[in-house]
């Protein structure tokens, strides 16, 4: 994810070295190329955060060894413009789904409220991220996407409602790079406003080549890219990942375009709980 080195054009966000350091979807794009290639679905900062009980260090897996998966969504996702069928995404046994909100300071994905308020209707587990940009201040853009959750009923704090969510993959921007202190001022704004951590979404060799391989965001609650059969390498900082999005070309019924695909590490019963849910 993000326009980090040279390499492979991405529509959105610039130059990549390969396929797995474009953004993902949008986080993630999607494009019409993949649907081809689609696969089943399968079904059944200031202070230093806890990693979840349920995130702890074990052997590499598969993703069809756990139970709980859910996709993550754009206005990319979006086939010819059309709105995902939600009560289909729950009937194909999805326990949660996660949806760009923001990017920047003034980006705001134009399916963003259409996507939570479906979400929400229908009873479905969900979150909202946003893309974080290496030319803004994490403060301001932190700000940002505040408001938008604000102004559509998300504070990640009640029934259903996961833990807001940063993607951070974008190394340059504008000829800036970016800063550790930035993120880490956009997850204390998180904490300081809704009282809950963000989850951070990366990659593994993201931290490493670009923030140098600091051990500071492994505290975070992780949501961690990494595509095929083996499971997500813990991060700088000893943590194991909560989410682990395995694949950007999973077919959801009730969603258009082939999407990103993830799994819980844990039980849905603790999904429940992350989502203020008894």
């Not at 390969?18 to 190329?33: F, L, Q, Y």
């Not at 587990?125 to 301001?140: L, S």
């Not at 009282?195 to 500071?216: N, Q």
Request: glycine share 10%.
């Amino acid at each position: 994810m993000g326009a980090t080195w040279n390499g492979v054009r991405s529509p959105d966000h610039g130059w990549c070295t390969t396929e797995a350091d474009m953004p993902i979807g949008d986080r993630r794009r999607v494009a019409a190329t993949l649907a081809l290639a689609a696969i089943p679905v399968l079904t059944p900062a200031v202070l230093a955060p806890a990693a979840p009980a349920e995130a702890r260090p074990f052997p590499a897996r598969s993703p069809g060894d756990y139970t709980v998966f859910g996709p993550d969504t754009s206005r990319h996702n979006h086939r010819n413009g059309l709105p995902f069928d939600w009560e289909e995404v729950v009937r194909s046994g999805q326990s949660f789904a996660i949806m760009k909100a923001t990017q920047g300071t003034r980006y705001v994905d134009p399916w963003f409220a259409r996507d939570i308020a479906g979400a929400r209707r229908v009873g479905l587990i969900h979150g909202a991220y946003h893309y974080f940009t290496a030319d803004a201040p994490g403060r301001a853009q932190a700000d940002h996407f505040l408001r938008v959750l604000r102004r559509n009923g998300f504070t990640g704090t009640r029934a259903h409602q996961l833990p807001a969510e940063v993607d951070v993959e974008q190394c340059y921007a504008n000829g800036r790079r970016l800063r550790l202190s930035e993120v880490t001022a956009f997850l204390n704004r998180i904490r300081e406003v809704t009282g809950r951590h963000a989850t951070l979404y990366t990659r593994k060799s993201f931290i490493d080549e670009c923030l140098g391989g600091t051990t500071s965001l492994g505290r975070y609650r992780l949501h961690l890219a990494r595509y095929g059969k083996a499971s997500p390498e813990p991060v700088a900082g000893g943590r194991a990942w909560s989410f682990w999005q395995y694949t950007r070309r999973s077919y959801v019924p009730g969603i258009g375009f082939p999407t990103d695909h993830n799994v819980y590490h844990g039980t849905l019963s603790s999904l429940r709980r992350l989502a203020n849910l008894r």
